[in-house]
T-cell receptor, first 116, second 111 residues
Framework: DTGVSQDPRHKITKRGQNVTFRCDPI?????LYWYRQTLGQGPEFLTY????????KSRLLSDRFSAERPKGSFSTLEIQRTEQGDSAMYLC??????????????FGPGTRLTVL | EDKVVQSPLSLVVHEGDTVTLNCSYE??????LLWYKQEKKAPTFLFML????IEKKSGRLSSILDKKELFSILNITATQTGDSAVYLC???????????FGKGTKLSVIP
């Protein structure tokens, strides 16, 4: 399967703990995105990488959230001192970055976070 | 404020019916509008539209964009139970690659 993969698929944690999620994009896709989705809402943009550079960050991304893509391949999203409001599905997507502005983003299966 | 408004929010139809889902958006520098299908998992890409009046077709699904009136529609003909899902509409603006999504339309197709 050469689609976007995410790990873990589910995470249950206690409030105040730190969690880290991993995303492996489609190979050769140089753009990688993180979104958060809660029940009844569409995905909300968190951050975007082109290769290893983090080029966009949402105002939603508090200082407890940090994302990295150190070698321009996989990415990690860390949430420090989790709060119950962080409970959501965290989606990763990638796109090829073709010239001409095409932006077909392909999503991974998501990591469902539950903060108790 | 909502920059993407989808309607209806939910819809129940019988197999074989034709449905039209609506998406209106507000963006100053439009680049593209995308439709996704989301079952109990991640969104699956359906269409990307960048030009007005160009209808995209894939089997029973089709979509068209009106850049002047800032809306798009997704049509599904001869619906099947497998079409039951949430359909998401999102746009990207010039200078940004993030997608801004609406809340989606939940379609339920009953036998």
């Amino acid at each position: 399967d050469t689609g976007v993969s995410q790990d873990p698929r589910h995470k249950i944690t206690k409030r105040g703990q730190n969690v880290t999620f991993r995303c492996d994009p489609i190979s050769e896709h140089n753009r990688l995105y993180w979104y958060r989705q809660t029940l009844g809402q569409g995905p909300e943009f968190l951050t975007y990488f082109q290769n290893e550079a983090q080029l966009e960050k949402s105002r939603l991304l508090s200082d407890r959230f940090s994302a990295e893509r150190p070698k321009g391949s996989f990415s990690t999203l860390e949430i420090q001192r989790t709060e119950q409001g962080d409970s959501a599905m965290y989606l990763c997507a990638s796109s090829s970055g073709l010239a001409g502005g095409r932006n077909e983003q392909f999503f991974g299966p998501g990591t469902r976070l539950t903060v108790l | 404020e909502d920059k993407v408004v989808q309607s209806p929010l939910s819809l129940v139809v019988h197999e074989g019916d034709t449905v039209t889902l609506n998406c209106s958006y507000e963006v100053t520098n439009f680049r593209s509008l995308l439709w996704y299908k989301q079952e109990k998992k991640a969104p699956t890409f359906l269409f990307m539209l960048t030009s007005s009046g160009i209808e995209k077709k894939s089997g029973r699904l089709s979509s068209i964009l009106d850049k002047k009136e800032l809306f798009s529609i997704l049509n599904i003909t001869a619906t099947q139970t497998g079409d039951s899902a949430v359909y998401l509409c999102g746009y990207s603006g010039a200078g940004s690659y993030q997608l801004t999504f609406g809340k989606g339309t939940k379609l339920s197709v009953i036998p």
